[in-house]
């Protein structure tokens, strides 16, 4: 038998067992952790000054100090120390600080969009009795703009084709007089002198465009640097899954 199931980890307790209690406190903390989880941000990089018992925060991508090495899984406070829980695919979390809900799809933490005909992240259109599928997929990145250019987190991912990145801009650009959407050596490759006023929005479709490498997306500021806004982008692609059998 198994020391912990499969889905959530929690530790089984053992028939004569010593210290029972230890191994049942353990599981309660971490169904505390994550089960309907509610995070108060996921752009820290370092844990808070000060935090309480039961905060709870994705970690963003570069952590240092105690929370380095753990981008992406949840950080919780309990008992006066920071537990870290690894998100698995599918997985669902609140973000408070921007009343948006995300889903993990097995490497990074994507905002769930209510456009999408069936929901989350990913539809697939077309699927083999074997698992191979034809899906047309999702990325979505609230994105802080500083200094000359700033690369999303999130990536174009190996092997997909991609037909469009779309920007919104969520809180006034300053510094720059405009900026482009892009990729490295193709920095307007989605949208040139793209508009820094606050709600403005462009639908970057292009011709269908295969990725051999993960790639992300760069946004480049025009006249001078960026010294402040944010820009939300979504990255609209297909991919084609081998069958897995």
Known sequence: ????????????IWAGQALKHITHNEALLRLDAIVQPSVIDRD??????????????????????SWSGKDAQIAAFQDNAWAFYLPFEGWLCWIA????????????????????????????INSSANGAATKFELLEEEITLIGASVD???LIPNRAIVFAVSTRTTQAISG?????????GELN????????????VNSGVISPAPFYNDTPIKLSANGANFTGGKVRLAIHYMTCTTSTS
């Open 44 to 65: 820290l990089t370092a844990p808070p000054a000060s935090p309480l018992d039961g905060d709870r925060y994705i970690i963003a991508s570069g952590a240092t100090g």
């Open 152 to 154: 999303s987190a999130i």
């Open 97 to 124: 600080d921007e009343n948006t809900l995300l889903a993990f799809n097995g490497s990074t933490w994507s905002a769930v969009s209510s456009g999408l005909a069936f929901g989350g992240t990913s539809n697939i």
């Open 189 to 200: 490759k989605y949208g040139g002198s793209l508009n820094i006023a606050l709600n403005s």
């Open 176 to 184: 720059a007089s405009s900026y482009d959407c892009g990729i490295v």
């Open 1 to 12: 038998m198994a020391e912990e199931t499969a889905n959530l980890k929690l530790p089984y």
